[in-house]
T-cell receptor
Framework: DADVTQTPRNRITKTGKRIMLECSQTKGHDRMYWYRQDPGLGLRLIYYSFDVKDINKGEISDGYSVSRQAQAKFSLSLESAIPNQTALYFC????????????????FGAGSRLTVL | AQSVTQPDIHITVSEGASLELRCNYSYGATPYLFWYVQSPGQGLQLLLKYFSGDTLVQGIKGFEAEFKRSQSSFNLRKPSVHWSDAAEYFCAVGPGGGKLIFGQGTELSVKP
């Protein structure tokens, strides 16, 4: 099994629908992240969580919300999806107990491709 | 503002040729620096990382990168490219805490 698992891998939905993307990890890492990838823009941080009680907005949080249900689970919701939220979404984890740059190494899931019509 | 620029959107090289992917960053202090690779349909995999010490960093799959503070650059190199290296490559910088700023990505194609 993958260290970081994202579901669904692909989803097509319509404008205005509520969508939840789920992420679970077996790494035992405290820190989890949601990034969005758009062609030509690289990856941009949506939300991040350093532990179950800690949720922080990233660069592009508008239109999104998150829930950290447990150390291993971090879900991303789009309350009312719109077409410009069509993108590839990545969940990632990191282990702050690693030293130096190692503490900032992200382990990524395989991605969830969302299409909003 | 903090930013990362990968000037080359798409590069094509012949198999066996050398490769250099460019990365320039704008940051207030010495950041953590990373190169990741994304194969089609896959997540991102770490190639190498740098924060301090020797400015030439070795990574996986035969890749290396050199940090040049005076040029605010962290270019990725490989002496001999293999067809399996075809992928998208991302440079990233971070202040710590895992919150990375990614470049736009460079897509690498390999000609037989």
């Amino acid at each position: 099994d993958a260290d970081v698992t994202q579901t669904p891998r692909n989803r097509i939905t319509k404008t205005g629908k509520r969508i939840m993307l789920e992420c679970s990890q077996t790494k035992g890492h405290d820190r989890m992240y949601w990034y969005r990838q758009d062609p030509g823009l690289g990856l941009r941080l949506i939300y991040y969580s350093f532990d179950v009680k800690d949720i922080n907005k990233g660069e592009i949080s508008d239109g999104y919300s998150v829930s950290r249900q447990a150390q291993a689970k971090f879900s991303l919701s789009l309350e009312s999806a719109i077409p410009n939220q069509t993108a590839l979404y990545f969940c990632a984890t990191s282990d702050p107990t690693n030293s130096g740059a190692g503490a900032n190494v992200l382990t990524f899931g395989a991605g969830s491709r969302l299409t909003v019509l | 503002a903090q930013s990362v620029t990968q000037p080359d959107i798409h590069i094509t090289v012949s198999e066996g040729a050398s490769l250099e992917l460019r990365c320039n960053y704008s940051y207030g202090a010495t950041p953590y620096l990373f190169w990741y690779v994304q194969s089609p349909g896959q997540g991102l995999q770490l190639l190498l990382k740098y924060f301090s010490g020797d400015t030439l960093v070795q990574g996986i799959k035969g890749f290396e990168a050199e940090f040049k503070r005076s040029q605010s650059s962290f270019n990725l190199r490989k002496p001999s490219v293999h067809w399996s290296d075809a992928a998208e490559y991302f440079c990233a910088v971070g202040p710590g805490g895992g919150k990375l700023i990614f470049g736009q990505g460079t897509e690498l194609s390999v000609k037989p």
